[in-house]
């Protein structure tokens, strides 16, 4: 059967997986196979996520699962989201249903916690579950944001859509070569993505620069240029009231062959970022 998740689009034999490790064939239907199942729980500051105009100085509980749709070679959290152990990982998680989730983020509120947040590893590839837990969240007053990588079709945005309340979304980069070539992705559709996602939610940026990618004043002018073009439902351009979020890279994973990005030069395309946008902000400095 065919996934329809992302543009990888791929044909999974029945008790198969997709590339990304988390989608499987049962009884002829593609199914996420870490649906419910946990690796990653934690009450976070809303500031990690990161997210920077969104009930600032707040608590969420953030939680993830595994799997991933990209590759990128400089990935913090490889081990959950695409090395071999991350497909290995669906006996050894914790399991937990919507329910559950939703009452354990309810029974922190006294703690300052105002929701969940989907994020660690890629929650779209899973997002019947981010569906299911944040219908119940909303029930109880109570928010969702949702921590993506935007490689997902539209239809799947459509269905989590009405649910979540604010999104950290990365934009990666800012040319196709760099999106196909390092990260294995689809430049396009995280723009289109975004494009339909500010329409109707709080959306938040982040672009982690690294050293002779994606650090051109050039590109980052493109970039910025782009997301001040960006409008709501109603028409009106809202692109440069848009936070981005420009984060240092430091060397990890399979990406050790270049020293972390000078802070000098983070500062300065963050400079160039404020030319077209309002809210910008440096992070890892």
């Known amino acids: 059967m065919k996934c329809n998740v992302c543009f990888r ?20 239907e593609v199914i996420p196979s870490n649906y419910g199942k946990i690796t990653g729980f934690m009450l976070d500051p809303i ?12 608590y969420i509980l953030s939680v993830g699962s595994y799997g991933c749709n990209l590759r990128c070679p400089f990935c913090q959290n490889y081990d959950i989201s695409w090395s071999v152990q991350a497909m290995q990982l669906s006996e050894k998680c914790e399991e937990i249903s919507p329910e559950e989730l939703a009452f354990t983020a309810l029974s922190v509120k006294d703690k300052g916690n105002i929701g969940v947040a989907f994020t660690y590893n890629e929650p779209l590839i899973g997002y019947e579950f981010v569906r299911d837990t944040a219908k ?16 997902a079709e539209l239809s799947v945005l459509e269905e989590i859509l009405p649910y979540i309340d604010a999104m950290n979304i990365d934009l990666k980069g800012f ?24 329409k109707d939610c709080h ?12 650090d051109s004043e050039e590109e980052i002018r493109e970039m ?24 240092r ?8 062959d270049r020293d972390a990005t000078p802070v000098k030069k983070v500062y ?8 077209r946008l309002k809210y910008v902000y440096t992070g890892n400095c």
């Open 224 to 247: 910025t240029g782009w997301i001040a073009s960006l409008r709501d439902a109603s028409g009106s351009f809202i692109g440069t009231e848009i936070p981005l979020h420009i984060s």
């Open 136 to 151: 119940l969240v909303h029930e109880n007053g109570m928010k969702n944001v949702l921590v993506s990588n935007g490689t």
């Open 9 to 28: 689009h791929c044909d999974i034999k029945e008790g198969g997986l997709g590339f990304c490790g988390a989608r499987t064939c049962q009884n002829g």
């Open 268 to 275: 300065r395309l963050a400079e160039v970022a404020r030319e």
């Open 175 to 198: 040319t196709d070569r760099y999106y196909n070539d390092v990260l294995g992705g689809s430049r396009k559709m995280v723009m289109d993505f975004i494009e339909r996602a500010v």
């Open 47 to 58: 500031e990690k996520k990161p997210l920077a105009r969104f009930y600032p100085g707040s």
């Open 249 to 256: 890279f430091f060397p990890r994973f399979k990406m050790t």
């Open 203 to 214: 959306v938040e940026l982040t672009t982690l620069v690294i050293p002779g990618e994606n």
